[in-house]
Protein backbone atom coordinates (compact mmCIF):
# COMPACT_ATOMS: atom_id res chain seq x y z
CA UNK A 1 0.00 0.00 0.00
CA UNK A 2 1.58 3.39 -0.89
CA UNK A 3 1.91 5.67 2.00
CA UNK A 4 -0.08 8.73 0.16
CA UNK A 5 -3.08 7.89 -1.65
CA UNK A 6 -5.10 9.97 -3.70
CA UNK A 7 -7.94 9.69 -6.51
CA UNK A 8 -6.10 10.36 -9.92
CA UNK A 9 -9.42 11.93 -11.44
CA UNK A 10 -9.91 13.71 -13.34
CA UNK A 11 -12.33 15.82 -12.23
CA UNK A 12 -14.31 17.76 -14.79
CA UNK A 13 -16.24 20.45 -13.42
CA UNK A 14 -17.96 23.80 -14.61
CA UNK A 15 -16.96 27.47 -13.35
CA UNK A 16 -18.81 28.13 -9.74
CA UNK A 17 -19.01 24.37 -8.88
CA UNK A 18 -17.95 23.46 -6.15
CA UNK A 19 -15.13 20.13 -5.89
CA UNK A 20 -13.17 18.12 -3.15
CA UNK A 21 -10.48 15.84 -3.15
CA UNK A 22 -9.79 13.46 -0.49
CA UNK A 23 -6.05 11.79 0.29
CA UNK A 24 -5.30 8.85 2.68
CA UNK A 25 -2.38 8.21 4.41
CA UNK A 26 -1.02 4.85 5.68
CA UNK A 27 1.06 6.55 8.84
CA UNK A 28 -0.88 6.96 12.03
CA UNK A 29 2.64 8.36 13.36
CA UNK A 30 2.17 11.26 10.79
CA UNK A 31 1.84 15.07 11.90
CA UNK A 32 2.48 17.26 9.06
CA UNK A 33 -0.31 17.51 6.26
CA UNK A 34 0.20 19.88 3.37
CA UNK A 35 -1.69 20.48 -0.30
CA UNK A 36 0.38 21.54 -3.23
CA UNK A 37 -0.89 22.73 -6.61
CA UNK A 38 1.33 21.78 -9.72
CA UNK A 39 0.71 23.05 -13.17
CA UNK A 40 1.19 21.82 -16.41
CA UNK A 41 4.75 21.43 -16.89
CA UNK A 42 5.61 23.14 -13.78
CA UNK A 43 6.97 22.63 -10.57
CA UNK A 44 4.86 21.85 -7.81
CA UNK A 45 3.93 24.86 -5.26
CA UNK A 46 2.23 24.86 -1.72
CA UNK A 47 -1.40 25.63 -1.45
CA UNK A 48 -1.47 25.22 1.92
CA UNK A 49 -0.88 23.77 5.21
CA UNK A 50 -3.22 21.65 6.56
CA UNK A 51 -4.21 21.93 10.57
CA UNK A 52 -6.04 19.66 12.91
CA UNK A 53 -8.86 21.99 13.26
CA UNK A 54 -8.72 22.61 9.99
CA UNK A 55 -8.57 25.68 8.29
CA UNK A 56 -9.79 28.04 5.28
CA UNK A 57 -7.97 30.58 2.58
CA UNK A 58 -10.30 32.39 0.44
CA UNK A 59 -11.91 29.64 -1.90
CA UNK A 60 -9.75 26.82 -0.51
CA UNK A 61 -10.75 24.77 3.09
CA UNK A 62 -8.58 22.15 4.19
CA UNK A 63 -9.53 19.18 7.10
CA UNK A 64 -7.87 16.61 8.85
CA UNK A 65 -9.72 13.51 9.75
CA UNK A 66 -6.85 11.76 12.02
CA UNK A 67 -8.90 9.09 13.14
CA UNK A 68 -9.23 7.99 9.52
CA UNK A 69 -6.02 8.79 8.13
CA UNK A 70 -7.80 11.20 5.47
CA UNK A 71 -7.01 14.80 4.74
CA UNK A 72 -9.48 17.01 2.34
CA UNK A 73 -9.22 19.73 0.29
CA UNK A 74 -12.48 22.16 -1.29
CA UNK A 75 -12.40 24.25 -3.69
CA UNK A 76 -15.53 26.77 -3.53
CA UNK A 77 -16.66 29.04 -7.22
CA UNK A 78 -14.34 26.82 -9.29
CA UNK A 79 -12.45 29.15 -11.54
CA UNK A 80 -10.58 28.23 -14.77
CA UNK A 81 -7.53 28.83 -13.31
CA UNK A 82 -8.13 26.27 -10.52
CA UNK A 83 -7.41 23.73 -13.24
CA UNK A 84 -4.00 21.84 -12.01
CA UNK A 85 -2.84 18.74 -10.24
CA UNK A 86 -3.16 18.96 -6.47
CA UNK A 87 -0.86 17.17 -4.71
CA UNK A 88 -1.50 15.42 -1.31
CA UNK A 89 1.45 15.83 0.99
CA UNK A 90 2.30 13.90 4.31
CA UNK A 91 4.99 13.67 6.57
CA UNK A 92 6.38 10.41 7.20
CA UNK A 93 5.76 9.73 10.80
CA UNK A 94 9.12 10.70 13.69
CA UNK A 95 10.62 11.74 10.23
CA UNK A 96 10.73 15.04 8.21
CA UNK A 97 10.78 13.37 5.38
CA UNK A 98 7.50 14.67 3.30
CA UNK A 99 5.71 11.92 1.14
CA UNK A 100 3.71 13.42 -2.04
CA UNK A 101 1.04 11.56 -3.34
CA UNK A 102 0.25 11.32 -7.03
CA UNK A 103 -2.04 13.87 -7.36
CA UNK A 104 -5.83 14.41 -8.46
CA UNK A 105 -6.21 16.24 -11.74
CA UNK A 106 -8.82 19.05 -12.01
CA UNK A 107 -10.00 20.84 -15.10
CA UNK A 108 -12.45 24.11 -14.73
CA UNK A 109 -14.63 24.12 -17.82
CA UNK A 110 -16.42 27.43 -19.05
CA UNK B 1 14.33 36.41 -1.50
CA UNK B 2 16.12 33.86 -3.78
CA UNK B 3 14.22 30.50 -3.86
CA UNK B 4 15.89 27.19 -4.77
CA UNK B 5 17.87 27.12 -7.98
CA UNK B 6 18.76 24.29 -10.04
CA UNK B 7 21.03 24.39 -13.18
CA UNK B 8 21.14 23.53 -16.05
CA UNK B 9 17.25 24.09 -16.95
CA UNK B 10 17.89 22.13 -19.84
CA UNK B 11 20.12 19.15 -20.97
CA UNK B 12 20.43 16.89 -24.06
CA UNK B 13 22.86 14.54 -23.74
CA UNK B 14 23.66 11.10 -25.73
CA UNK B 15 22.85 7.67 -24.38
CA UNK B 16 26.06 6.27 -22.33
CA UNK B 17 27.60 9.67 -21.41
CA UNK B 18 27.31 11.18 -17.78
CA UNK B 19 25.29 14.01 -16.41
CA UNK B 20 25.43 15.95 -13.35
CA UNK B 21 23.04 18.45 -12.29
CA UNK B 22 23.16 21.17 -9.55
CA UNK B 23 21.01 22.38 -6.90
CA UNK B 24 21.27 25.33 -4.49
CA UNK B 25 19.00 25.14 -1.68
CA UNK B 26 17.11 28.37 -0.24
CA UNK B 27 19.66 29.37 2.27
CA UNK B 28 19.19 28.06 5.84
CA UNK B 29 17.13 25.05 4.91
CA UNK B 30 18.83 22.28 6.02
CA UNK B 31 16.93 19.79 4.15
CA UNK B 32 17.14 18.82 0.58
CA UNK B 33 15.23 16.65 -1.65
CA UNK B 34 15.95 15.41 -5.77
CA UNK B 35 12.46 13.94 -7.29
CA UNK B 36 12.26 13.06 -10.94
CA UNK B 37 8.60 13.55 -13.29
CA UNK B 38 8.17 11.77 -16.19
CA UNK B 39 5.58 13.68 -18.61
CA UNK B 40 1.99 12.95 -16.94
CA UNK B 41 3.57 10.99 -13.78
CA UNK B 42 3.71 11.92 -10.17
CA UNK B 43 7.22 13.16 -8.32
CA UNK B 44 9.37 9.93 -8.04
CA UNK B 45 11.30 10.28 -4.60
CA UNK B 46 15.12 9.66 -5.50
CA UNK B 47 16.91 10.50 -2.05
CA UNK B 48 16.82 13.20 1.25
CA UNK B 49 19.75 15.09 2.81
CA UNK B 50 18.60 16.24 6.23
CA UNK B 51 21.65 18.24 8.14
CA UNK B 52 24.49 15.67 8.82
CA UNK B 53 22.73 12.74 9.01
CA UNK B 54 23.22 10.07 7.14
CA UNK B 55 21.12 10.67 2.98
CA UNK B 56 18.28 8.44 2.54
CA UNK B 57 18.78 7.27 -0.63
CA UNK B 58 16.03 4.55 -0.53
CA UNK B 59 14.38 6.51 -3.98
CA UNK B 60 17.70 5.68 -6.23
CA UNK B 61 17.02 3.53 -9.24
CA UNK B 62 19.96 2.18 -9.87
CA UNK B 63 23.48 2.50 -8.95
CA UNK B 64 24.20 4.68 -11.94
CA UNK B 65 22.53 7.43 -9.46
CA UNK B 66 24.19 9.18 -7.03
CA UNK B 67 23.69 12.59 -5.26
CA UNK B 68 26.17 14.47 -3.29
CA UNK B 69 25.29 17.53 -0.45
CA UNK B 70 28.98 19.26 0.35
CA UNK B 71 28.93 21.65 3.01
CA UNK B 72 25.49 21.04 4.08
CA UNK B 73 24.32 23.42 1.00
CA UNK B 74 24.29 22.97 -2.42
CA UNK B 75 23.94 19.55 -3.83
CA UNK B 76 24.71 17.64 -7.36
CA UNK B 77 22.72 14.53 -8.49
CA UNK B 78 24.94 12.61 -10.85
CA UNK B 79 23.97 9.72 -13.72
CA UNK B 80 26.27 7.41 -15.42
CA UNK B 81 25.81 5.58 -18.14
CA UNK B 82 22.50 7.59 -19.29
CA UNK B 83 19.84 5.24 -20.57
CA UNK B 84 16.74 6.95 -22.55
CA UNK B 85 14.46 6.33 -19.55
CA UNK B 86 16.20 8.72 -17.51
CA UNK B 87 14.77 11.01 -19.47
CA UNK B 88 12.55 13.41 -17.07
CA UNK B 89 12.39 16.17 -15.48
CA UNK B 90 14.73 16.27 -12.02
CA UNK B 91 13.22 18.66 -9.28
CA UNK B 92 14.92 20.02 -6.36
CA UNK B 93 13.01 20.95 -3.42
CA UNK B 94 15.05 22.30 0.15
CA UNK B 95 12.89 23.34 3.64
CA UNK B 96 13.82 23.93 6.69
CA UNK B 97 13.99 20.30 7.79
CA UNK B 98 11.65 20.06 10.78
CA UNK B 99 8.11 18.01 9.95
CA UNK B 100 5.84 20.98 9.90
CA UNK B 101 7.73 22.81 6.90
CA UNK B 102 6.94 22.64 3.39
CA UNK B 103 9.30 22.36 0.69
CA UNK B 104 9.91 24.63 -1.81
CA UNK B 105 10.46 23.31 -5.20
CA UNK B 106 13.63 24.70 -8.01
CA UNK B 107 12.66 25.20 -11.79
CA UNK B 108 13.80 21.58 -12.50
CA UNK B 109 16.14 20.39 -14.64
CA UNK B 110 14.74 18.85 -18.03
CA UNK B 111 16.92 16.22 -19.07
CA UNK B 112 16.57 14.41 -22.79
CA UNK B 113 18.58 11.31 -23.74
CA UNK B 114 18.74 10.60 -27.27
Known amino acids: RKEVEQDPGPFNVPEGATVAFNCTYS??????FFWYRQDCRKEPKLLMS???SGNEDGRFTAQLNRASQYISLLIRDSKLSDSATYLC???????????FGAGTRLAVHP | GAGVSQSPSNKVTEKGKDVELRCDPI?????LYWYRQSLGQGLEFLIY????????KSGLPSDRFSAERTGGSVSTLTIQRTQQEDSAVYLC????????????FGDGTRLSIL
Open chain 2, 49 to 56: FQGNSAPD
Open chain 2, 93 to 104: ASSFGTSNQPQH
Open chain 1, 27 to 32: NSASQS
Open chain 2, 27 to 31: SGHTA
Open chain 1, 89 to 99: VVNSGGYNKLI
Open chain 1, 50 to 52: VYS
